[in-house]
Nanobody
Framework: QVQLVESGGGLVQAGGSLRLSCVVS????????VAWFRQAPGKEREFVAV????????SYADSAKGRFTASRDNAKNTIYLQMNSLKPEDTGVYYC????????????????WGQGTQVTVSS
């Protein structure tokens, strides 16, 4: 059973940075595509970034391009999301999710989810 645990959220001022971590257990990280999603209060969960299992190639939502960077450390079974130049609209609960096979930007395609970590960006 694959399990994911996020950490690294917190309160930061606009323009600041945070690095989120997602530790994956119960499976070999390189066998999975791992994505980051976020959910703001009253809104649907939305795609932020994904990193491919074997190649490590990344894809980002338009809102994240140029500011966020996803990376992985297979030796530590950990995925990271470096978030720079944070904006108040980046506020929300950030989730990592994993799936075997091809990457996807759709929440319904991911079967394994973490519990989420809160990110709050103050103006």
């Amino acid at each position: 059973q694959v399990q994911l645990v996020e950490s690294g959220g917190g309160l930061v001022q606009a323009g600041g940075s945070l690095r989120l971590s997602c530790v994956v257990s119960g499976g070999t990280l390189s066998n999975y595509a791992v994505a980051w999603f976020r959910q703001a209060p009253g809104k649907e969960r939305e795609f932020v970034a994904v990193i491919r299992g074997t190649s490590g190639i990344t894809s980002y939502a338009d809102s994240a391009k140029g500011r966020f960077t996803a990376s992985r450390d297979n030796a530590k079974n950990t995925i990271y999301l470096q978030m720079n130049s944070l904006k108040p609209e980046d506020t929300g609960v950030y989730y990592c999710a994993a799936r075997g096979g091809l990457v996807s930007m759709k929440t319904k395609d991911y079967g394994y989810w973490g519990q989420g970590t809160q990110v709050t960006v103050s103006s």
